[in-house]
């Protein structure tokens, strides 16, 4: 099956903006134990000069998730295979998301009490109570029943991504029919739905992710550098004048790398692209319960003063990640997504 090098690459940067963005997470008001306020520090923070926009906005990766997700599965489910059985469908998705989920989800609870039995507080300002636990075993921790983001913070975008999955193949055998002009039926309802005021997180998620099922069709008839690449960069310019607009920057950011994809020749690259890629899971999952590992573990056992604030430490903290995701995804993840396939995919 053919590979977007590019947006694997992508997909990486996108993780590392939401990891950076939730940096924070060590400051006051969102760590309890902290006497320094994120937005009094945060212009002192570690490579606060070149990171500084990433710190502010770098949420901003998570919408450019959801376009990379609905051109991934428009190359998949309406390219490569052409039947799939919601069984299928269902397994391959669940065996992918679930195992690490709900390791972190448990790991999150054991940290989270052990905070409450310390300090008899929680942490990060997630909620942790029997129903959103609830919640979150069944994968529907965002779908509209929660009062807020609960245990593993971060999960609520793959919650909501699994809702979004559920309508792509309800809606399959129509987009197969009718290809572009179902999409762009879709998205022209999306964006009308939007500035008539029918607006919710699953339809604005909704919408990038059926931009990013618009522009592999896009792509797929028009793979043009030029092409590609003047639009991406023209879309881009729009994105940015007057106020910030997300759903014309994320698409656009897409098509600039796509553009790029016929470049991607070299095997080495194509390798790296592809890890840094697989990492992209678990860096997302596993950086809250790691944050909240370090700071119990510093406030119980080391007296540092500003600790957080040391760009040794950041540089340590960031490849720490990146060698235990590593294991993860190869030890873990992996793994246990085969033994599920065969398990259930006979």
């Given at each position: 099956?053919?590979?977007?090098?590019?947006?694997?690459f992508?997909?990486?940067?996108?993780?590392?903006s939401?990891?950076?963005?939730?940096?924070?997470?060590?400051?006051?008001?969102?760590?309890?134990?902290?006497?320094?306020?994120?937005?009094?520090?945060?212009?002192?923070?570690?490579?606060?000069?070149?990171?500084?926009?990433?710190?502010?906005?770098?949420?901003?990766?998570?919408?450019?998730?959801?376009?990379?997700?609905?051109?991934?599965?428009?190359?998949?489910?309406?390219?490569?295979?052409?039947h799939?059985?919601?069984?299928?469908f269902?397994?391959?998705?669940?065996?992918r998301?679930?195992?690490?989920h709900?390791?972190?989800?448990?790991?999150?609870?054991?940290?989270?009490?052990?905070?409450?039995?310390?300090?008899?507080?929680?942490?990060?300002d997630?909620?942790?109570?029997?129903?959103?636990?609830?919640?979150?075993?069944?994968?529907?921790?965002?779908w509209?029943?929660?009062?807020?983001?609960?245990?593993?913070?971060?999960?609520?975008?793959?919650?909501?991504?699994?809702?979004?999955?559920?309508?792509?193949?309800?809606?399959?055998?129509?987009?197969?029919?009718?290809?572009?002009?179902?999409?762009?039926?879709?998205?022209?309802?999306?964006?009308?739905?939007?500035?008539?005021?029918?607006?919710?997180l699953?339809?604005?998620?909704?919408?990038?992710?059926?931009?990013?099922?618009?522009?592999?069709?896009?792509?797929?008839?028009k793979?043009?550098?030029i092409?590609?690449?003047?639009?991406?960069?023209?879309l881009?310019?729009?994105?940015?004048?007057?106020?910030?607009?997300?759903?014309l920057?994320?698409?656009?950011?897409?098509?600039?790398?796509?553009?790029?994809?016929?470049?991607?020749?070299?095997?080495?690259?194509?390798?790296?692209?592809?890890?840094?890629?697989?990492?992209?899971?678990?860096?997302?999952?596993?950086?809250?319960?790691?944050?909240?590992?370090?700071?119990?573990?510093?406030?119980?056992?080391?007296?540092?003063?500003?600790?957080?604030?040391?760009?040794?430490?950041?540089i340590?903290?960031?490849?720490?990640?990146?060698?235990?995701?590593?294991?993860?995804?190869?030890?873990?993840?992996?793994?246990?997504?085969?033994?599920?396939?065969?398990?259930?995919l006979?």
């Amino acid at each position: 099956m053919k590979k977007y090098y590019s947006l694997e690459f992508l997909r990486f940067l996108s993780s590392m903006s939401v990891l950076i963005y939730h940096y924070r997470h060590f400051y006051s008001p969102l760590n309890i134990l902290s006497a320094d306020e994120f937005n009094i520090v945060k212009d002192s923070l570690p490579f606060s000069r070149l990171l500084g926009i990433i710190y502010e906005y770098g949420f901003y990766g998570v919408h450019i998730f959801y376009v990379i997700s609905g051109f991934v599965f428009a190359h998949v489910y309406l390219k490569i295979r052409e039947h799939t059985s919601f069984k299928e469908f269902s397994v391959n998705r669940l065996s992918r998301l679930y195992p690490l989920h709900f390791a972190t989800l448990v790991i999150v609870a054991l940290l989270q009490l052990a905070f409450f039995a310390n300090y008899e507080n929680f942490q990060f300002d997630y909620i942790i109570d029997f129903y959103h636990f609830f919640l979150q075993i069944f994968f529907i921790s965002s779908w509209g029943f929660e009062a807020g983001h609960s245990f593993n913070g971060p999960i609520w975008s793959v919650s909501v991504e699994m809702g979004i999955y559920l309508v792509f193949f309800i809606l399959i055998n129509l987009i197969k029919k009718y290809e572009l002009k179902f999409i762009i039926l879709i998205n022209i309802l999306l964006v009308i739905a939007d500035k008539t005021g029918i607006s919710s997180l699953f339809l604005d998620c909704a919408r990038l992710f059926f931009s990013g099922v618009l522009i592999y069709y896009l792509i797929l008839s028009k793979q043009n550098f030029i092409i590609t690449f003047s639009v991406s960069l023209i879309l881009l310019f729009f994105s940015f004048v007057g106020n910030f607009k997300t759903f014309l920057f994320c698409p656009a950011l897409i098509l600039f790398f796509l553009s790029f994809e016929n470049f991607i020749t070299k095997n080495e690259i194509k390798n790296k692209c592809i890890t840094f890629g697989n990492w992209t899971y678990a860096l997302y999952l596993l950086h809250v319960p790691f944050q909240l590992m370090i700071i119990l573990i510093i406030e119980k056992f080391f007296n540092f003063t500003n600790i957080y604030d040391n760009y040794l430490f950041f540089i340590f903290y960031f490849i720490l990640l990146f060698v235990v995701s590593n294991l993860v995804f190869n030890f873990y993840e992996k793994p246990l997504n085969r033994i599920f396939r065969k398990l259930f995919l006979k």
